[in-house]
């Protein structure tokens, strides 16, 4: 095939792809001349707007002209589904034959009814409050307006999937109470009036927690990663990964994985990863040797895992905070040694490839430094970035306690100094250029020459960072602050760049800096289209749930086909968010997941005797809603890196779920293991666990993958996969050699409580008739928070719970309203002939450390070792 045949090839899959990421991401729709002035106008507007309510600049306003132009809560809300109606309206064609250079007359009226039924909320809001509970004709007009508008720019943006689901789920409102709904299902019916407001009126449907969480956070955490793209952070990013990386065996591959993660930290994308990185390294891979399908696969495994990844997440990270209650900074903490242990993993699968294909790694310059010299530079890395995170964490917390009266005065003279001083030396390099992946590269570039030209880049992530972790902001001011300061770098880092190189002019740099400022405002609000209406689908969702309690349904229904039994339960519900995830978003897919099942596995845990804690399920909902970009028949990733790669689709799909495997089996482990959440764990247990935890997964990725030294025998998978697993959770074992806890019957619970040390917890066994079923009786395991030290009553009575003893029987009286149990208890008739009783108290027994497990799982790795030695061919690194 010629070079012109090859360039053509190129073109036309450039062209594939970069329509796919438009129809899915951005809005397929080019319109010309005014009107696509318009809509890029409309475009940069909401993101104005979304820095303006983020801002003091309201309160500011209304305090000098004493006009109230403050945005609240909700009427942000409104005014934020607003805005995506109008783009969905305007930039994505309502099907397939609409025209993609203009806007048809029918697209302008849907788009004016989507603005009007939001800005209805909006404007007449007194009247709204007045009559609460009581929608007039025009409350019902404007609601079915909404509604049936959010459908149509779901359909648009995110095609008829999430459009069917949504559908379902206020079919079963209007019609659930009908004689042919299976009666198992049934529930009492809502009458037009009733829906509407319950669906559009109020918080409690569209323009819920998900829209809340959409138009207060998500947002500008987009709109942060956009403006850091269009500054150049992403090509250097790459290009640094490549740097550091492409000289090892199957560097390309390496490089893609590590630059997909750091673009993970501000993309909430896997399609948008997969294009942004996969440009470049997926032509490096196939000519280093990786066949099409596995050059795509190990990018799209990397992308996905980039939604793994804190802070964004997938923008879903502020969902979970906002549904499991716990703070964001908590979350990231929770969320952060998997990803990482998953990161590594693949880096080691890819190393795996590249050993059965025999592949070399790149050419690297020539370097003449002596050993000990390399050594003492590595050593040199490795101090100056605990000394930046010290500085970031110690430094900039000192100036808050030395001087609490100017922190932000202080932090932005820093920010300021540490920018002038990085750009300086940015400035004596040439800026990186956009390389062409299918040109030769005959060496690769000197790491720091790469590194130098884009600190500076680093610095908003830094104050994003300091802002969540030191400061303890919220997540949407430490967004708004980051934002902030990526904006006067998008502005400001040309002109600075002319006039410390003296050359060209500063009118050229402003205008540059403008265009790129324009430039990520616009992609920031058009990338945001979706998710806005996605949330705003969700939250019909989780309303239909409010209304009806349908996930008490579903979940009975999924606890019948799963017997009761966890790890079935646990496996269903992750089938559910594969097949629901091919067709839904990944956080409208977790919303309807975690909504549905997240209380069921809780409570069917708790019933088996496992205490699972709420973020461990989200997160395990999470993860697996994450695996649909890659499944294969819709896997939407994996037909972005094969347009790019040219392999088959599905074959990238397949190849790129086996590299995730890994990332389905840690949902699972940290379900039983919740160590690997850092939950309850000191800084020096973290350490440790975190490295067990990477042998662990490696050597479970070397068995999936079947070569660990040597291409695997079957027994040596076999063993591999045991220890593995082994390494994960020892303490399976050690329930099996020594029971876990002391049984002690119920009536010693007075006794017990009052034993228990400060702020400790006491697990217990609920047993009572259930209030649905009095013939059942149900079995409920619990944490007690015990609290202060006092007498068993006194502590018993301070959480809301009062127990009288009755022969050999402690009976629970009915929690009262309001108090710490009384939500998780009420699923008991206390007023049956079967009185609730505490059945059982539990004390942690005496054993042996878990780890002592370790021992016979790391004399079986050496066996392993020790036969594929013989067999090894190649240097395992």
């Given at each position: 095939?010629?070079?012109e045949?090859n360039?053509?090839?190129?073109?036309?899959?450039?062209?594939?792809?970069?329509m796919?990421v438009?129809e899915?991401?951005?809005?397929?729709?080019?319109?010309?001349?005014?009107?696509?002035?318009?809509i890029?106008?409309?475009?940069?507007?909401?993101?104005?707007?979304?820095?303006?309510?983020?801002?003091?600049?309201?309160?500011?306003?209304?305090e000098?002209?004493?006009?109230?132009?403050v945005?609240?809560?909700?009427e942000?809300?409104?005014?934020?589904?607003?805005?995506?109606?109008?783009?969905?309206?305007?930039?994505?064609?309502l099907?397939?034959?609409?025209?993609?250079?203009?806007?048809?007359?029918y697209?302008?009226?849907?788009?004016?009814?989507?603005?009007?039924s939001?800005?209805y909320l909006?404007?007449?809001k007194?009247d709204?409050?007045?009559r609460?509970g009581?929608p007039t004709?025009?409350?019902?007009?404007?609601?079915?307006?909404?509604?049936?508008?959010l459908?149509i720019?779901?359909?648009?943006?995110?095609?008829?999937?999430?459009?069917?689901v949504?559908?379902v789920?206020?079919?079963?409102?209007?019609?659930?109470?009908?004689?042919?709904m299976?009666?198992?299902i049934?529930?009492?019916g809502?009458?037009?009036?009733?829906?509407?407001?319950?669906?559009?009126?109020?918080?409690?449907?569209v323009?819920?927690?998900?829209?809340?969480?959409?138009a207060?956070?998500?947002?500008?955490?987009?709109?942060?990663g956009?403006l850091?793209?269009?500054?150049?952070?992403?090509?250097?990013?790459?290009?640094?990964?490549f740097?550091?990386?492409?000289?090892?065996?199957?560097?390309?591959?390496?490089?893609?994985?590590?630059?997909?993660?750091l673009?993970?930290l501000?993309?909430?994308?896997s399609?948008?990863?997969?294009?942004?990185?996969g440009?470049?390294?997926?032509?490096?891979?196939?000519?280093?040797?990786f066949?099409?399908?596995?050059?795509?696969?190990?990018e799209?495994a990397?992308s996905?895992?980039?939604q793994?990844?804190?802070?964004?997440?997938g923008a879903?990270a502020?969902?979970?905070?906002e549904?499991?209650?716990?703070?964001?900074?908590?979350?990231i903490?929770?969320?952060?040694?998997p990803?990482?242990?998953?990161?590594?993993?693949?880096?080691?699968?890819?190393?795996?490839?590249?050993?059965?294909?025999?592949?070399?790694g790149?050419?690297?310059?020539?370097?003449?430094?002596?050993?000990?010299?390399?050594l003492s530079?590595v050593?040199?890395?490795f101090?100056a970035?605990?000394?930046?995170?010290?500085?970031?964490?110690?430094?900039l917390?000192?100036?808050?306690?030395?001087?609490?009266?100017?922190?932000?005065?202080a932090?932005?003279?820093i920010f300021l100094?540490a920018?002038f001083?990085l750009?300086?030396v940015?400035?004596?390099?040439p800026?990186?250029?956009?390389?062409?992946?299918n040109a030769?590269?005959?060496?690769?570039?000197?790491?720091?020459d790469?590194?130098?030209?884009?600190?500076?880049?680093?610095?908003?992530?830094?104050?994003?960072i300091?802002?969540?972790?030191?400061?303890?902001?919220?997540?949407?001011?430490?967004?708004?602050?980051?934002?902030?300061s990526?904006?006067?770098?998008?502005?400001?880092?040309?002109?600075?760049k002319?006039?410390?190189?003296k050359?060209?002019?500063?009118?050229?740099g402003l205008?540059q800096g403008?265009?790129?400022f324009?430039?990520?405002m616009?992609?920031?609000?058009?990338?945001?289209?979706?998710?806005?209406?996605?949330?705003?689908?969700?939250g019909?969702?989780v309303?239909?749930?409010?209304?009806?309690?349908?996930?008490?349904?579903v979940?009975?229904?999924?606890?019948y086909?799963?017997?009761?039994?966890?790890i079935?339960?646990?496996?269903?519900?992750?089938?559910?968010?594969?097949?629901?995830?091919?067709?839904?978003p990944?956080?409208?897919n977790?919303?309807?997941?975690?909504?549905l099942?997240?209380p069921?596995?809780?409570?069917?845990?708790?019933?088996?005797?496992?205490?699972?804690?709420?973020?461990?399920?989200?997160?395990f909902?999470?993860y697996?809603?994450?695996?649909?970009?890659?499944?294969?028949p819709?896997?939407?990733?994996?037909?972005a890196?094969?347009a790019?790669?040219?392999g088959?689709?599905?074959?990238?799909?397949?190849?790129?779920?086996?590299?995730?495997i890994?990332?389905?089996?840690?949902?699972?482990?940290?379900?039983?293991?919740?160590?690997?959440?850092?939950?309850d764990?000191?800084p020096?247990?973290?350490v440790?666990?975190?490295?067990?935890?990477v042998?662990?997964?490696m050597?479970?990725?070397?068995?999936?993958q079947g070569y660990?030294?040597a291409?695997?025998?079957i027994?040596?998978?076999a063993a591999?996969l045991?220890?593995?697993?082994?390494?994960?959770?020892?303490?399976?074992?050690?329930?099996?050699a020594?029971?876990?806890?002391?049984?002690?019957?119920?009536t010693?619970?007075?006794e017990?409580?009052?034993q228990?040390?400060?702020?400790?917890?006491?697990?217990?066994?609920i047993?009572?008739?259930?209030?649905?079923n009095p013939?059942?009786?149900?079995?409920?395991?619990?944490?007690?928070?015990?609290g202060?030290?006092?007498?068993?009553?006194?502590?018993l009575?301070?959480?809301?719970l009062?127990?009288?003893?009755d022969?050999?029987?402690?009976?629970?009286e009915?929690?009262?309203?309001?108090?710490r149990y009384?939500?998780?208890?009420?699923?008991y008739?206390?007023?049956?002939?079967?009185?609730?009783?505490?059945?059982?108290?539990?004390?942690?027994?005496?054993?042996?450390?878990?780890?002592?497990?370790?021992?016979?799982?790391?004399?079986?790795?050496?066996?392993?070792?020790?036969?594929?030695?013989r067999r090894?061919?190649?240097p395992?690194?």
């Open positions: 095939m010629s070079m045949t360039q053509t090839e190129k073109r036309k899959q450039n062209v594939d792809v970069d796919m438009a899915v991401e951005t809005g397929a729709r080019s319109a010309t001349g005014l009107v696509g002035k318009f890029l106008a409309v475009a940069f507007i909401w993101s104005s707007f979304q820095l303006y309510i983020a801002s003091n600049i309201p309160y500011v306003l209304t000098t002209f004493g006009v109230n132009v945005y609240n809560s909700q942000a809300r409104q005014v934020h589904l607003a805005f995506a109606l109008v783009l969905a309206m305007l930039a994505y064609p099907f397939k034959s609409s025209p993609r250079n203009r806007v048809p007359w697209d302008w009226i849907l788009a004016i009814l989507g603005a009007s939001c800005l909006l404007f007449f007194e709204i409050a007045n609460a009581l004709t025009a409350d019902i007009t404007f609601s079915i307006i909404g509604m049936l508008s459908g720019a779901v359909y648009r943006a995110l095609g008829l999937p999430l459009v069917i949504a559908s789920f206020v079919f079963y409102v209007f019609f659930g109470h009908l004689s042919f299976p009666e198992a049934q529930w009492k809502a009458s037009l009036g009733k829906a509407m407001w319950h669906f559009w009126m109020q918080t409690e449907g323009f819920g927690v998900a829209l809340g969480v959409s207060s956070m998500i947002f500008l955490f987009v709109l942060f956009s850091l793209e269009k500054a150049g952070a992403g090509n250097y990013f790459i290009k640094l990964a740097a550091l990386l492409g000289h090892l065996r199957g560097g390309p591959a390496k490089a893609a994985v590590i630059a997909s993660a673009s993970g501000y993309s909430g994308s399609i948008a990863n997969v294009v942004t990185t440009t470049f390294t997926i032509p490096l891979m196939k000519r280093t040797g066949s099409p399908e596995k050059a795509g696969a190990v799209v990397s996905t895992n980039g793994l990844t804190p802070p964004v997440m879903a502020f969902l979970i905070s549904f499991t209650g716990i703070s964001y900074p908590e979350l903490k929770h969320a952060f040694l990803a990482i242990i998953s990161y590594i993993a693949l880096v080691y699968i890819v190393h795996l490839e590249a050993l059965k294909l025999g592949l070399e790149m050419k690297r310059p020539t370097v003449t430094a002596t050993v000990a010299q390399r530079g050593l040199f890395g101090i970035m605990g000394v930046l995170a010290a500085a970031v964490y110690y430094g917390g000192w100036i808050k306690v030395v001087f609490p009266d100017l922190t932000f005065s932090a932005v003279l100094a920018y001083t750009l300086t940015a400035a004596r390099h800026d990186l250029e956009m390389d062409d992946p030769p590269i005959d060496e690769l570039p000197r790491p720091w790469v590194a130098v030209t884009g600190f500076y880049f680093l610095l908003p992530i830094v104050v994003l300091w802002s969540i972790l030191v400061e303890r902001l919220s997540p949407t001011t430490s967004a708004y602050w980051a934002t902030i990526m904006i006067f770098i998008v502005l400001t880092q040309h002109p600075l002319s006039i410390l190189r050359t060209g002019t500063i009118a050229d205008r403008g265009q790129d324009l430039n990520g616009i992609s920031g609000a058009r990338a945001m289209i979706a998710i806005g209406v996605a949330t705003g689908a969700a019909i969702i309303g239909t749930v409010s209304l009806t309690g349908a996930h008490q349904v979940g009975e229904f999924v606890e086909l799963s017997g009761g039994n966890l079935l339960m646990l496996l269903l519900v992750a089938v559910m968010s594969l097949v629901l995830g091919m067709g839904l990944t956080t409208a977790y919303i309807v997941v975690s909504s099942m997240a069921v596995i809780v409570t069917v845990g708790a019933q088996s005797g496992l205490i699972v804690p709420l973020i461990a399920v989200h997160l909902v999470f697996f809603g994450i695996l649909a970009d890659d499944t294969p819709v896997g939407l990733a994996a037909f890196a094969a790019i790669s040219g088959d689709p599905i074959k990238t799909g397949i190849q790129g779920f086996s590299y995730d890994r990332t389905a089996l840690l949902p699972f482990l940290f379900i039983f293991n919740t160590e690997l959440l850092l939950i764990v000191g020096f247990k973290a440790f666990i975190f490295i067990v935890a042998a662990a997964m050597l479970f990725a070397a068995a999936t660990f030294l291409r695997s025998k027994w040596e998978t591999l045991l220890i593995a697993f082994t390494l994960f959770r020892p303490g399976f074992w050690l329930d099996y020594q029971e876990p806890f002391v049984n002690h019957p119920g010693d619970i007075v017990l409580a009052g228990a040390p400060a702020n400790s917890t006491l697990r217990v066994q047993a009572g008739p259930d209030f649905d013939d059942q009786i149900d079995n409920l395991t619990m944490l007690l928070e015990m202060e030290p006092a007498d068993g009553e006194t502590r009575s301070n959480i809301g009062a127990v009288m003893e022969g050999d029987k402690m009976l629970l009915e929690p009262f309203p309001g108090t009384f939500t998780d208890l009420q699923g008739d206390y007023y049956a002939d079967e009185s609730v009783v505490v059945a059982m108290v539990q004390t942690p027994a005496e054993r042996m450390p878990k780890e002592v497990f370790y021992i016979p799982a790391l004399l079986l790795l050496g066996v392993v070792v020790m036969m594929q030695r090894q061919t190649v395992a690194f």
